[in-house]
């Protein structure tokens, strides 16, 4: 995907943000869909970690470290 692996990136963290924004709505009509109990509850903690990442992987290039440092 060309991601930076010597220094931080901003991408992987765009890319995980991003692609919450579409997981989010999709988890949540399967969890509808699908009958499971309290499927808010599960929506909104899926996507509370999804943000911690998408955060955590923020901080970490403008720490100047890289996702994958291989």
């Known amino acids: ?3 930076a692996t010597a220094t931080g990136d901003l991408r ?3 890319f995980f943000g991003t692609h919450l ?3 989010a ?3 949540g009509w399967a969890a509808d869909r699908f009958g499971w109990r309290w499927p ?3 929506v909104v903690l899926a996507s509370a970690a999804w943000t911690g990442l998408a955060v955590y992987m923020f901080v970490q ?3 100047g470290r890289p996702f994958l440092p291989f």
């Open 21 to 23: 924004m579409q997981a």
């Open 61 to 63: 290039a403008l720490g």
């Open 25 to 27: 709505p999709a988890g």
């Open 40 to 42: 808010v509850l599960w």
């Open 12 to 14: 992987p963290a765009h």
């Open 1 to 3: 995907v060309g991601w």
